[in-house]
């Protein structure tokens, strides 16, 4: 953060971390994507985390299956995240 990067790449940033811990590392990557206009670029297997996305892109063996936009309804998306999920 400190060179200001205009893209940020986060593989898997709440992986291994408790629930409150995971809590507080995606806001704060929420809060720099809004205050400051930064991409990031976040890989996680974890549909949790991914609700918070504004652009999800699920992967299978380097091929895109789907590229899901969030509505804003975060139940909505969570749901088709899960919907999709269970179809891999």
């Known amino acids: 953060m400190a060179e ?3 893209l940020i790449l986060a593989d898997e940033p ?3 971390l408790d629930s409150n811990s995971s809590k507080q ?3 704060t990557l929420s809060y720099i994507n809004q ?4 991409t990031i ?5 974890d549909p949790q985390m991914a609700n918070y996305c504004s652009r999800l892109i699920l992967l299978k063996d380097g091929v895109i299956l789907e590229d899901l936009k ?8 969570y749901q088709e995240i899960l919907g999709k999920m ?3």
């Open 35 to 38: 205050e400051f206009g930064k």
């Open 4 to 6: 200001n990067p205009e």
């Open 14 to 16: 709440t992986g291994n």
């Open 70 to 77: 969030n509505s804003g309804d975060q139940e909505a998306f």
């Open 41 to 45: 670029v976040m890989v996680t297997h």
């Open 25 to 27: 590392v995606i806001h």
């Open 86 to 88: 269970k179809e891999l």
